[in-house]
């Protein structure tokens, strides 16, 4: 069964650190992906990044990468000089790759952030 | 560029009338649709998808039944609220399927039922 956990509810940091955001995972599938989301407080989601479970190499976009532990099915977002516009909630989700994919995202519970000026 | 569009942006409706939401996708065509649900200061919970125009598939019984009566629109539908229907309704889309690809999301419809 899927499972997500981000088991920090919310965090905090000052304009210009480096912020990082935890999530673990269970699945038995071999082929997935993560995904990380940020909700904006109007409620929009934004989608920021994703791995895939055959790479090895940390996935990088911008201001945001991912430290990716498969071992431990762990998976952190790591957001470098956070800006106060950075302040909302992170979501993990894993999506399983399986005979009939529906797509299904399941989701953590999210992690607040707020970003300090 | 593709674009998603909500309909309403709130509602806030009695309990045990009807409710419709609606979502249209511009600039992409056989797009794959999802309909999510959020509870105030919880997570996502994915209710139906679809991958082509007249086939939906339930993922969560919630009292609350899906249609996708053209390529680019998704309707979100009960005839009988409850108060557990209170929260925020997510469309998203993706490009592929047979894929796990990344889900962009509209901007949400907001429902309170009293």
């Known amino acids: 069964a899927q499972r997500v956990t981000q088991v920090q509810p919310t965090g905090s940091s000052q304009w210009g650190e480096e912020v990082t955001l935890d999530c673990s995972y269970e699945?038995?599938?071999?082929?997935?992906?993560i995904f990380w989301y940020r909700q904006l407080f109007s409620g929009e989601m934004v989608f920021l990044i994703y791995?895939?479970?055959?790479?090895?190499q940390n996935q990088r976009s911008g201001r945001y990468s991912v430290v990716f532990q498969k071992s431990f099915k762990s998976i952190s977002l790591v957001i470098s000089a956070s800006q106060p516009e950075d302040s909302g909630t992170y979501f993990c989700a894993l999506s399983e790759l399986k005979g009939t994919n529906t797509g299904k995202l399941t989701f953590g519970d999210g992690t607040v952030l707020t970003v300090k000026p | 560029a593709q674009t998603i569009h909500q309909w309403p942006v709130a509602e806030i409706k009695a309990v045990g009338s009807p409710l419709s939401l609606g979502c249209t996708i511009k600039?992409?065509?056989?797009?794959?649709l999802y309909w999510y649900w959020q509870a105030t200061g919880g997570t996502l919970q994915q209710l139906f998808y679809s991958i082509t125009v007249g086939q939906v598939e339930s993922v969560v019984q919630l009292n609350l039944s899906a249609s996708r009566p053209k390529d680019d629109q998704f309707i979100l539908s009960t005839e009988k609220l409850l108060l557990s229907h209170s929260g925020f309704y997510l469309c998203?889309?993706?490009?592929?399927?047979?894929?796990?690809?990344?889900?962009?999301f509209g901007p949400g419809t907001r429902l309170t039922v009293l």
């Open positions: 791995q895939p479970s055959f790479d090895t």
């Open positions: 600039g992409k065509s056989s797009p794959n």
């Open positions: 699945t038995s599938e071999y082929f997935y992906r």
């Open positions: 998203a889309w993706s490009p592929y399927w047979g894929e796990y690809a990344e889900q962009f």
